[in-house]
């Protein structure tokens, strides 16, 4: 099966069925953006600390990598940041597209992997905003060693992804609040669980196709790509396990 062109449907269907992470920021938050007045997230429900950010966005070049849906790169453009948003969904990006021609924002966009970025030349952005996806992709290192690459000397990458212990459960099981341990880490829908499965679980629900990454590729990942980690911070991810604990994370890294 060719995940990314899957993932790709299942994407540009929750368009259509305006999942939460597909829904464009309105008017009203542009306005309050433009007025110095922002945050976005990284992860389900927690802002992205102000301070990681630089004190202006003015000017800066920002790119929103798998982060289409018309809901980071607006505000940013917004905030005086000139973006661009990169996603692998035609669908997602078009909702970029929408508030920027609404609001009269420029955004630049650009459909592809995220783990090759080779459309972008070296040293382009000064941030780059990369949200819980790469649970989406089987491999996460290309996707650090092309964001340090394209990044700026002094550059951010500001990252959400999951905790990985989230993956070790059965799922079905766990929609129970039963919390049975079956998998081991690295985790992926196409080889810890059978085919009858991932077609129950994942595709008849709609859902994309997952892979749960060690800690090891998150963290180290970025860390032997080059960056300097200078950020972190826990969140809910939206599941059972939140009662129990947090089941995403968020980074700031700094190519120096």
């Not at 008017?27 to 997230?41: L, Q, S």
């Amino acid at each position: 099966m060719d995940f990314l062109q899957e993932n790709q449907k299942v994407w540009d269907q929750k368009v259509k069925d305006e999942d939460v992470w597909t829904r464009p920021v309105n008017r009203e938050e542009v306005d309050k953006a433009r007025k110095g007045d922002w945050n976005i997230v990284l992860t389900p429900s927690k802002s992205i600390p102000r301070d990681w950010f630089p004190k202006s966005l003015a000017g800066k070049k920002v790119l929103c990598l798998a982060s289409g849906g018309g809901q980071q790169g607006p505000i940013m453009a917004a905030a005086g940041a000139d973006v661009t948003v990169f996603d692998y969904s035609e669908s997602q990006l078009s909702q970029d597209r929408l508030v920027a021609e609404r609001d009269g924002l420029t955004i630049h966009t650009i459909q592809g992997d995220m783990r090759d970025l080779s459309v972008i030349d070296d040293e382009t952005f000064d941030v780059i905003v990369h949200p819980w996806s790469n649970c989406f992709i089987d491999d996460v290192l290309p996707v650090w060693k092309e964001a340090y690459r394209v990044l700026k000397k002094g550059g951010l990458l500001l990252s959400g992804f999951a905790n990985p212990v989230t993956y070790i459960f059965d799922l079905k099981a766990m929609n129970e609040e039963k919390f049975v341990v079956r998998h081991q880490l690295p985790y992926s829908d196409l080889t810890s669980i059978s085919s009858e499965e991932l077609q129950e679980l994942v595709l008849d629900e709609g859902d994309a196709i997952s892979f749960g990454h060690t800690l090891e590729d998150q963290i180290q990942g970025q860390m032997a790509a080059g960056f300097v980690l200078a950020g972190f911070y826990e969140d809910v991810g939206g599941s059972p396990l939140d009662q129990y604990m947090s089941g995403s994370m968020a980074t700031k890294a700094i190519k120096l």
